[in-house]
């Protein structure tokens, strides 16, 4: 698992003002390794289905959710399900959806006020499934209130509020999980299964594609931040995933075919087509394209080439009846034609594991740093797209300033801090401001490697 960066403890006292790209580089570096950790964290935390491992009663797991659209409904039912764990209050601002979830699902209580489930004293832990725009906010206001937070992506749009949200659940000390549901998707984890065993030998090259079956409306794009952070970031990670490493340097492409109407918009939110080049470690390299429109339905594909062999992935489809006639040989029917049918099994599974970590106190499988690489890529890519040139991570990690780990900004003007806090590259200085969240903590030895260093 990629190091977290600059996080924060209540023992840490002098966290002078540090330059947050110099730890941030340290996620992208090949080879390093913490001052707490074993280099073999760094590898990507391997997703897995709900496995109970609890022996002996417990008291259940209160959580309350907000937010009861279809996302959050999606994340109830599989709640409800879950074994060691109780849904106790539900939350939306029309208050009416909070009351039809409520009544569906059994749940006790329901508002119109998300402050109502973070503050609630009998909830342990929090799913937030709001608009992306309240995320950041309410990740903080869990953590302050002692809540272990679920988040669907993305933390934040914006780097450094990011960065304060995942370092608001380290200080605090609660578990912080973020929704990248493609990883729990069983197609993707059979060819990640495939790559772990060397079923196809070592991976050379690596190629996903998300096509939509059709464009979403202009409002939707506008604002939205562009086809790299509301679509493509989704490939992006599962590159990651399966790649189980760290990227170094991305070269995008942008245009527009689809919706014309759309090429007034600013960036990349005037692209509905895009392709990506990534490179990793040892020459791998990966390739994504995505395109706001499929004619032939949901195109979610993954293929990995190897050096004994090639492992793919085919579209998702409602049955698996086909059709033979002198004309046409094929599936009788479309793939899926909407997120919420093809993955709708990975939200389920993905819902279970977080229940699971809160059970069984174990590690999350998708972290907040998982949530934070994905979103420097997407940032990368957009950067690529707009200046024509690959563009390696690091330059995105490195316009991040923090004042103290829940205080951050962005930085445009280097020459506004002194020589000293520029980065150096030098990944081996990182490892002393690189501290580990709540389920690192746990770690044998941690204790007394925190001391030698910070006495």
Same mark, same amino acid.
């Given at each position: 698992?990629?190091?977290?960066?600059?996080?924060?403890?209540?023992?840490?006292?002098?966290?002078?003002?540090?330059?947050?790209?110099?730890?941030?580089?340290?996620?992208?570096?090949?080879?390093?390794?913490?001052?707490?950790?074993?280099?073999?964290?760094?590898?990507?935390?391997?997703?897995?289905?709900?496995?109970?491992?609890?022996? /002996?009663?417990?008291?259940?797991?209160?959580?309350?959710?907000?937010?009861?659209?279809?996302?959050?409904?999606?994340?109830?039912?599989?709640?409800?399900?879950?074994?060691?764990?109780?849904?106790?209050?539900?939350?939306?601002?029309?208050?009416?959806?909070?009351?039809?979830?409520?009544?569906?699902?059994?749940?006790?209580?329901?508002?119109?006020?998300?402050?109502?489930?973070?503050?609630?004293?009998?909830?342990?832990?929090? #799913?937030?499934?709001?608009?992306?725009?309240?995320?950041?906010?309410?990740?903080?206001?869990? +953590?302050?209130?002692?809540?272990?937070?679920?988040?669907?992506?993305?933390?934040?749009?914006?780097?450094?509020?990011?960065?304060?949200?995942?370092?608001?659940?380290?200080?605090?000390?609660?578990?912080?999980?973020?929704?990248?549901?493609?990883?729990?998707?069983?197609?993707?984890?059979?060819?990640?299964?495939?790559? /772990?065993?060397?079923?196809?030998?070592?991976?050379?090259?690596?190629?996903?594609?998300?096509?939509?079956?059709?464009?979403?409306?202009?409002?939707? @794009?506008?604002?939205?931040?562009?086809?790299?952070?509301?679509?493509?970031?989704?490939?992006?990670?599962?590159?990651?995933?399966?790649?189980?490493?760290?990227?170094?340097?991305?070269?995008?492409?942008?245009?527009?075919?689809?919706?014309?109407? %759309?090429?007034?918009?600013?960036?990349?939110? +005037?692209?509905?087509?895009?392709?990506?080049?990534?490179?990793?470690?040892?020459?791998?390299?990966?390739?994504?394209?995505?395109?706001?429109?499929?004619?032939?339905? =949901?195109?979610?594909?993954?293929? @990995?080439?190897?050096?004994?062999?090639?492992?793919?992935?085919?579209? @998702?489809?409602?049955?698996?009846?086909? %059709?033979?006639?002198?004309? =046409?040989?094929?599936?009788?029917?479309?793939?899926?034609?909407?997120?919420?049918?093809?993955?709708?099994?990975?939200?389920?599974?993905?819902?279970?594991?977080?229940?699971?970590?809160?059970?069984?106190?174990?590690?999350?499988?998708?972290?907040?740093?998982?949530?934070?690489?994905?979103?420097?890529?997407?940032?990368?890519?957009?950067?690529?797209?707009?200046?024509?040139? #690959?563009?390696?991570?690091?330059?995105?990690?490195?316009?991040?300033?923090?004042?103290?780990?829940?205080?951050?900004?962005?930085?445009?003007?280097?020459?506004?801090?002194?020589?000293?806090?520029?980065?150096?590259?030098?990944?081996?200085?990182?490892? /002393?401001?690189?501290?580990?969240?709540?389920?690192?903590?746990?770690?044998?030895?941690?204790?007394?490697?925190?001391?030698?260093?910070?006495?």
């Amino acid at each position: 698992q990629p190091i977290s960066p600059c996080q924060y403890t209540r023992h840490y006292h002098n966290f002078k003002m540090v330059r947050l790209g110099s730890a941030l580089i340290a996620i992208f570096a090949v080879g390093s390794a913490s001052a707490f950790a074993p280099a073999s964290q760094h590898a990507v935390r391997s997703t897995h289905v709900l496995q109970m491992t609890t022996t /002996e009663a417990k008291d259940p797991v209160k959580v309350g959710v907000i937010g009861c659209g279809r996302i959050g409904i999606v994340h109830l039912g599989a709640i409800n399900k879950a074994p060691g764990v109780v849904p106790i209050i539900v939350s939306n601002p029309t208050v009416s959806k909070a009351e039809d979830a409520a009544k569906k699902f059994g749940v006790a209580k329901f508002t119109s006020d998300a402050m109502d489930v973070i503050t609630d004293p009998d909830v342990d832990a929090v #799913w937030i499934c709001s608009p992306s725009q309240f995320h950041a906010d309410q990740i903080k206001a869990c +953590a302050a209130n002692g809540k272990h937070v679920f988040c669907e992506k993305p933390i934040a749009t914006d780097l450094a509020e990011t960065v304060e949200a995942i370092n608001a659940c380290n200080e605090a000390g609660v578990k912080l999980m973020i929704g990248l549901q493609r990883r729990f998707d069983p197609n993707f984890l059979r060819v990640r299964r495939a790559i /772990e065993e060397k079923e196809v030998g070592d991976t050379i090259i690596i190629k996903t594609c998300s096509r939509d079956p059709s464009p979403p409306p202009y409002e939707y @794009v506008k604002g939205g931040g562009g086809i790299f952070n509301d679509m493509a970031v989704h490939d992006l990670d599962m590159t990651r995933f399966l790649a189980g490493d760290d990227p170094i340097e991305i070269l995008a492409v942008g245009s527009c075919h689809i919706d014309k109407s %759309i090429e007034d918009l600013p960036g990349s939110e +005037a692209f509905d087509t895009a392709s990506c080049i990534v490179r990793y470690p040892n020459g791998v390299s990966a390739m994504v394209d995505v395109c706001r429109q499929s004619s032939y339905g =949901y195109d979610q594909r993954a293929e @990995v080439l190897g050096t004994s062999g090639m492992i793919a992935t085919d579209n @998702v489809y409602p049955n698996t009846a086909k %059709i033979y006639k002198n004309n =046409y040989t094929g599936n009788a029917d479309m793939p899926f034609d909407f997120f919420l049918s093809r993955y709708f099994e990975a939200y389920v599974t993905e819902t279970e594991a977080f229940c699971e970590s809160l059970v069984n106190d174990s590690a999350v499988p998708c972290t907040g740093i998982d949530g934070l690489v994905a979103l420097v890529m997407s940032l990368a890519a957009d950067k690529s797209a707009a200046e024509g040139r #690959w563009v390696k991570f690091s330059e995105i990690i490195e316009q991040v300033y923090c004042a103290n780990p829940t205080e951050c900004s962005l930085i445009a003007n280097d020459a506004m801090f002194p020589e000293g806090f520029k980065p150096t590259g030098d990944i081996k200085s990182l490892n /002393e401001i690189v501290l580990p969240d709540v389920d690192q903590k746990k770690e044998a030895g941690f204790a007394d490697k925190f001391k030698k260093i910070f006495g």
